[in-house]
């Protein structure tokens, strides 16, 4: 009785835990085709063990609800290999855009046994137009540059300069609304030329030179810039004219406007002449940009100086109208024309060998061509 009263203890100590351990135990022990449901019960009650049928049912109860255990990974990607940290970059965003366009055009005629007569000849024209822009929530600021330079050769005629300009443009403006197309702006100016001009077929005094003349332009006003720039007006109460002739020879003749050298009864000069002219007035220019048919843009700048100090009224013309048609991404054709006036620019002339003043002249400059460009 003492062993059956210990053994008894035993199992009551186990059922008492409900351990899965003592699950497996009893199932180790009793086999399965000895021990059922019913076997259980009677053998309980015909065996001295009656507390078995007491305490193996909701041990096997117990076995059989308990979910086993997930069984462990012997070797885990995961755990070997440690992920690099995932960092959000911002996109960077610049307030700066750029424009480029390179172009080539090109002119040519040639006559072979051409019993009508003519010249064959060929004309070539370089351009470049540059465009810097920064712009935020209440400032622009634009830069442009523009070169232009042409030749021709003609048969039996040495090579000829056609075209030569180069031109910078900086305006800065700052509004107080974001959506206002109005800007306060001060605006740069300057334009002159890269090599020497002639009056042909005379090539041995120059006419002109680099910086000679040089024109700048600084002022402050009143801007109204479209957001797509097909349409910008300016429009400046106080704009600082500077004309330069930074040539010597050409400031004592008094070119471009500038005063001219004096000289004494025996030719002799008394003060050189002047390499600078300064003058102070309003200033108005206008960019406007159309397209007036498909692949057909038309393009037009316009600019009117006139002087407070010297001839009040007496307007200063620089127009530039060109018609650009896109015939692919690549070849475009172009028919400019340029129409100056400056009071301050006196036309000459040889009359019997002398050279004589006429005045000042409408001058114009037209221009017809085909080519390449390929804009970055």
Not at 2 to 17: E, G, H, M, P, Q
Not at 201 to 228: Q, V, W
Not at 248 to 272: H, T
């Amino acid at each position: 009785m003492k062993v059956k009263n210990l053994n008894l203890l035993i199992l009551l100590l186990l059922f008492i835990t409900n351990t899965s351990s003592f699950s497996q135990v009893v199932t180790d022990t009793i086999s399965r085709d000895t021990i059922t449901k019913n076997s259980i019960v009677a053998d309980s009650v015909a065996t001295d063990s009656i507390p078995v049928k007491i305490i193996l049912k909701p041990v096997l109860h117990d076995n059989f609800y308990r979910k086993p255990s997930p069984p462990k990974l012997k070797y885990s990607f995961a755990r070997m290999v440690s992920l690099p940290e995932v960092i959000k970059i911002e996109p960077h965003y610049s307030h700066w855009k750029g424009k480029n366009i390179l172009g080539f055009d090109i002119s040519e005629i040639a006559f072979v046994n051409w019993s009508a007569g003519g010249t064959s000849s060929i004309s070539g024209l370089l351009k470049g137009d540059f465009n810097r822009t920064y712009e935020r929530k209440y400032t622009k600021w634009v830069n442009e540059l523009s070169i232009r330079y042409g030749m021709n050769k003609q048969d039996g005629i040495e090579v000829r300069k056609t075209d030569d300009a180069f031109r910078f443009n900086s305006t800065f403006g700052y509004r107080k609304n974001p959506e206002s197309n109005w800007f306060h702006s001060g605006k740069l100016n300057f334009n002159t030329q890269l090599t020497n001009g002639y009056k042909y077929p005379n090539k041995d005094n120059p006419i002109s030179r680099l910086f000679a003349p040089a024109y700048m332009f600084l002022g402050t006003g009143a801007e109204y810039s479209k957001k797509n720039k097909d349409f910008v007006f300016y429009a400046s109460p106080f704009t600082y004219k500077a004309t330069l002739v930074w040539d010597q020879e050409l400031a004592d003749k008094g070119s471009f406007g500038v005063e001219k050298a004096i000289y004494d009864e025996e030719g002799n000069i008394v003060r050189r002449g002047r390499r600078a002219k300064n003058e102070v007035g309003v200033l108005i220019t206008n960019h406007y940009k159309s397209e007036i048919s498909k692949n057909v843009i038309f393009v037009s700048n316009v600019s009117l100086y006139s002087d407070y100090i010297n001839k009040f009224g007496n307007v200063d013309i620089d127009c530039d109208l060109a018609l650009n048609l896109v015939v692919n991404q690549y070849v475009k054709a172009n028919i400019g024309t340029r129409i100056l006036y400056d009071d301050d620019i006196k036309n000459k002339t040889e009359i019997d060998g002398v050279e004589v003043n006429e005045g000042p002249k409408t001058q114009l400059k037209q221009v017809l061509g085909v080519g390449i460009t390929y804009a970055f």
